[in-house]
Nanobody, 126 residues
Framework: QVQLVESGGGSVQAGGSLRLSCAVS????????MGWFRQVPGKGREFVAA????????YYGDSVKDRFTISRDNAKNTVYLQMNNLKPEDTAVYFC???????????????????WGQGTQVTVSS
């Protein structure tokens, strides 16, 4: 069983930055593609970013390209999401995800994800 625990969420003004972390326990991180999703009340989860198990390839949602960066440290079993130039529309609960399929597949709407974290709130004020 894989457990994912997010941290680093909080409140920030527009234009600011936050770094989310996702600590993975239970199994080695290297077997899984990792990703971040976000959700606002009344809407489905939106793909934010994904990274291959090697860390060599990354994928991003259109709304966060050039502002967010996903990375991973397999030795620490941790995945990160660096969020820069935050906008009020980035306000959401952010979820870490782990999946045994490809990172690119995680970006497909409605894709099945093996494991989810509990989420961390990010609030961006104007």
């Amino acid at each position: 069983q894989v457990q994912l625990v997010e941290s680093g969420g909080g409140s920030v003004q527009a234009g600011g930055s936050l770094r989310l972390s996702c600590a993975v326990s239970g199994r080695t991180l290297m077997r899984y593609s990792m990703g971040w999703f976000r959700q606002v009340p009344g809407k489905g989860r939106e793909f934010v970013a994904a990274i291959t198990w090697s860390g060599l390839n990354t994928y991003y949602g259109d709304s966060v390209k050039d502002r967010f960066t996903i990375s991973r440290d397999n030795a620490k079993n941790t995945v990160y999401l660096q969020m820069n130039n935050l906008k009020p529309e980035d306000t959401a609960v952010y979820f870490c995800a782990a999946d045994r399929t490809t990172a690119q597949a995680m970006s497909v709407p409605g894709s099945s994800i093996d494991y989810w974290g509990q989420g961390t709130q990010v609030t961006v004020s104007s």
